[in-house]
């Protein structure tokens, strides 16, 4: 078993920084990928960003590319999200998961094994 546990959210003004992080614990951990997806209430859960564990490749969701970037620490078994230039429209709850096979669809919910609990971000104008 995998237990995910984000941090770092929060309530901040349009244009500001936050920075969530995922810290992982249970088995040995070595996931394929890690992401991060963002929900509204009502709404299915959006990719946000992804990172390959293995080579630190990354992937972005086309309403955060160029403001939010996703980086990992092997030695702390975390991954963390900068999230710059952030705008109301960026407010969710932020959710890490975590794929622990070859990834059919790192952009897709469904691709991914485990899930933390989510922080809630809220950006006002």
């Known amino acids: 078993q995998v237990q995910l546990a984000e941090s770092g959210g929060g309530l901040v003004q349009a244009g500001d920084s936050l920075r969530l992080s995922c810290a992982a614990s249970?088995?040995?951990?070595?996931?394929?990928?890690m992401g991060w997806f963002r929900q509204i209430s009502g709404k299915e859960r959006e990719f946000v960003a992804a990172i390959v564990w293995r080579n630190g490749y990354t992937y972005s969701g086309a309403s955060v590319k160029g403001r939010f970037t996703i980086s990992k620490d092997d030695a702390k078994s975390t991954v963390t999200l900068q999230m710059n230039t952030l705008k109301p429209e960026d407010t969710a709850v932020y959710y890490c998961a975590a794929d622990m096979d070859i990834s059919r669809n790192v952009r897709s919910a469904g691709s991914y094994d485990y899930w933390g609990q989510g922080t809630q971000v809220t950006v006002s104008s």
């Open positions: 249970g088995r040995t951990f070595s996931p394929y990928v």
